[in-house]
């Protein structure tokens, strides 16, 4: 008969344990199945064997209906008594030689792999596929001796895989916001090893709309799948939608649009940024045109996201964790950009820590930072940080930096410094605006991150404006959050040089209340007219 061919995209493990009250199991499988699960795996942990026989049989009927295969966790005895494709085992369950024999040659057979070496021998002994994780930490099983793998640690093991003939699925702590981020930075450079597909239990089984939920996990991973199959922007996802004019003259006069948004709209910005900065990123933000909010407490800022326009997450000086993990799923459940400002993540253990946790919840639109921070990010040795600031040789090539780390992160990428570097993972601009007392005064990046986050907001409310829609369910924000990067630079920028000029200026002091003036009495004929940007690919 041969082996049933498997599509692994949306890969869902049951778990009856985490159904939502008053929800049917059978119910919730079948919406599943509607909103585009492709492979079912039955999962029952404590059922006895003829309870285990009865769910695996009704549920294969429904899967049936839809075409979709059924696996069954462990139990090769429960496989054989319902006929399902194949079995799913664990590094201590029956070996997978001997599972071999009992099933079959036309079966398939999944092994859990957390190691480079549980790869190795996965592929030595004839896996069909195997599922790695867990990637991040999750409420569906006891992972607390184990290392969370994260996408980079996913990438070791697809590495392993490359060219082997072994599918791949991913499992741990996956959800819509951080789905991106694992697709794109767990691929290799030459996209051949990549996923082929997630393994989700409770995005899917807790909860009350299970075909919702599978529909945007499924958009998310049929989207990665196009994009990597063609020549397409592989960051078509979280960038401008449509064909792009990269001309510094179209880039320019988007700036002075989105300039004239945020004045006729005054958009909600949410910022949880660092103590020392409140007061001017809070000011600077008023003084473009858009209304500033600063709120931290994890229920006030869950109340908040449906109303505001965009979110900043400046961890500086790190308080509110808890409260910056609440609000990032939020903003990217209701689809508004997040711009994330890591401040001095390279600096301390407990920063570096701090970040992946933060990554692991929720997926940034903008990510925004010095040579230092993108620099930890990308994992760079040529530069570092000593607190807050870089140290180094600097890049040698930062226009390649930030276009590798915009396709590995999949968001657009700010670099600060005296010439900004940003970044979709396709286009990459530079510009050369701004003054060198903005490095003697503190804040002056923070602020920086506070406009592009009024930016973003603007840019998504003119997409709206056009398209009065949401289209698609993976689409976590839609607006051209590259050009959004490029006028929360600019501006400030601008303003800073037009600041330094005035004859009341004597130094930091005093450029630093003018600034706000500036930021305030800026036009965008003035940015037209100042603003140096060149389109480096």
Not at 494 to 515: C, I, Q, S
């Amino acid at each position: 008969m041969g082996k049933v061919e498997i599509d692994y995209s949306v890969y869902l493990v049951t778990g009856r344990e985490f159904l939502p009250a008053g929800k049917d199991y059978y119910e919730s499988l079948e919406e599943s199945l509607q909103g585009g699960v492709t492979l079912v795996q039955i999962r029952e942990k404590d059922a006895d064997t003829g309870e285990f026989i009865e769910v695996a049989r009704r549920s294969k009927e429904i899967c049936d209906k839809y075409n979709v295969p059924v696996l069954i966790n462990d139990r090769i005895d429960v496989h054989l008594a319902v006929g399902t494709a194949g079995i799913h085992i664990g590094q201590t369950d029956c070996p997978l030689p001997l599972a071999r024999q009992l099933v079959g040659p036309d079966a398939i057979i999944g092994i859990s792999v957390g190691t480079v070496s549980e790869a190795h021998k996965a592929v030595e002994e004839g896996a069909d596929y195997v599922g790695i994780g867990a990637v991040w930490p999750t409420g569906s099983k006891d992972v607390r001796n184990k290392k969370m793998l994260g996408p980079e640690g996913v990438g070791e093991i697809l590495d392993i895989l490359a060219g082997t003939g072994v599918k791949s699925v991913a499992i741990g702590g996956i959800h819509l916001p951080n789905l991106a981020q694992l697709l794109h930075s767990s691929t290799g450079p030459d996209s051949t090893n990549h996923l082929d597909g997630i393994a989700i239990i409770s995005d899917i089984v807790a909860s009350q709309t299970p075909k919702e939920a599978a529909r945007g996990l499924r958009d998310v991973v049929d989207s990665f799948k196009r994009v990597r199959s063609s020549a397409t922007d592989p960051l078509a996802l979280f960038s401008v939608q449509g064909k792009r004019e990269v001309s510094v003259e179209a880039f320019v006069n988007g700036v002075m649009g989105l300039m004239d948004v945020v004045k006729r709209e005054t958009p909600l910005v949410h910022q949880m940024t660092n103590n020392v900065v409140i007061n001017d990123s809070a000011n600077a933000t008023l003084a473009v045109g858009a209304s500033p909010i600063m709120s931290t407490h994890p229920r006030d800022v869950a109340d908040l996201s449906p109303a505001i326009g965009a979110l900043l997450i400046n961890f500086g000086t790190i308080s509110d964790k808890e409260g910056m993990l609440v609000a990032g799923r939020q903003a990217n459940f209701n689809r508004k950009p997040l711009v994330f400002d890591p401040v001095a993540i390279g600096a301390t253990s407990y920063r570096r820590e701090t970040a992946v946790d933060l990554l692991a919840h929720w997926q940034p639109t903008i990510i925004k930072g010095n040579a230092g921070e993108i620099g930890a990010m990308a994992k760079s040795t040529e530069v570092a940080s000593r607190g807050v600031d870089s140290v180094g040789s600097g890049f040698s090539n930062p226009g390649a930096v930030v276009k590798a780390l915009a396709r590995k992160r999949a968001a657009v990428i700010v670099l600060t410094g005296e010439q900004d570097y940003i970044s979709d993972g396709s286009v990459v601009l530079k510009t050369s605006n701004g003054h060198h007392y903005l490095g003697s005064i503190t804040g002056s990046g923070c602020m920086t991150g506070s406009l592009i986050g009024c930016f973003a907001a603007a840019a998504r409310l003119d997409y709206l404006s056009k398209n009065k829609a949401f289209e698609n369910l993976s689409q976590l924000v839609q607006g051209d959050m590259l050009l959004a990067a490029l006028a929360g630079v600019v501006v400030f920028n601008v303003a800073a040089e037009v600041a330094a000029e005035r004859p009341d200026v004597k130094g930091p002091g005093t450029f630093r209340a003018a600034l706000i003036d500036e930021l305030y009495n800026l036009t965008p004929e003035i940015v037209k007219k100042r603003a140096k940007v060149e389109t480096l690919s």
